[in-house]
């Protein structure tokens, strides 16, 4: 991947984030390119979550723009509607969280077909697909199983391929091995790479840990809101 020529899937320009007494976010410039994993470190409370939500439009920025760039063209998030804003996210966007977010009431192929299910596709259509996911994830003949029968990293394994089902060109990815120990978390990274980054996708995960920031092909710190270009580190950079 050539950032230089290539058109990005995402960016933010000066994007800011100011709540009552706090500026979680003061003008940060970033962009996301067709197959790249970008990590995003920084100390606790320095803005990683929020900018990932900024990206994802999962909030709207005081100040600055974020843009998606879809086959059909650009679109700044921040000016949609909510309405807007939910089925973008639906159709370009997927997410995994630290604990998942699985519905433990669902089996495991109900859990990765409802994201078809919400955008209207029919039950047999949805989990055909959901099952085509989870078997490229290694979880073929664990479709019937209830989120609380899997280990911690199959668990992972299942958001990851609801995350997926829908085509999203970009996954964001919160603490995603937070919970789960080293083996696990280098499994489950393993797989949300492979998964995340073919077909010209892209994955955006925030981490403390520097063993997942160094499997990625970028990794961006933020400092006080602010990118820290002092800090900026390259793959060889991070496992030094």
Request: neutral net charge; charged residues 20%; proline residues 4%.
């Amino acid at each position: 991947m050539n950032s230089s020529v290539s058109t990005p899937l995402l960016s933010a320009s000066r994007v800011s984030m100011t709540y009552p007494g706090t500026r979680a976010l003061d003008g940060v410039d970033l962009a996301i390119y067709p197959g790249e994993s970008v990590a995003i470190m920084g100390p606790s409370g320095s803005g990683k979550t929020t900018l990932l939500h900024a990206l994802a439009g999962i909030i709207t920025p005081t100040s600055g723009e974020v843009v998606v760039y879809t086959p059909n063209g650009a679109i700044a998030v921040n000016a949609l509607a909510e309405s807007e804003r939910s089925r973008l996210r639906r159709e370009e966007f997927g997410f995994v969280f630290q604990q998942g977010l699985l519905i433990p009431e669902l089996t495991v192929v109900e859990n990765v077909a409802l994201p078809l299910l919400l955008a209207g596709r029919t039950r047999a259509t949805a989990e055909a697909h959901a099952v085509e996911w989870l078997a490229r994830l290694g979880l073929g003949g664990l479709e019937r199983r209830r989120i609380g029968e899997l280990s911690g990293g199959q668990a992972q394994r299942v958001a990851i391929a609801r995350a997926q089902v829908t085509g999203a060109r970009v996954i964001f990815a919160d603490e995603p091995t937070g919970a789960l120990d080293s083996v696990t978390s280098g499994e489950t990274m393993t797989a949300l790479l492979g998964a995340a980054t073919e077909d010209g996708r892209a994955l955006v995960v925030v981490t403390h840990d520097d063993h997942v920031a160094a499997r990625c092909s970028r990794v961006v710190r933020l400092r006080d809101g602010r990118l820290d270009v002092r800090a900026a580190a390259t793959v060889s950079e991070v496992t030094a």
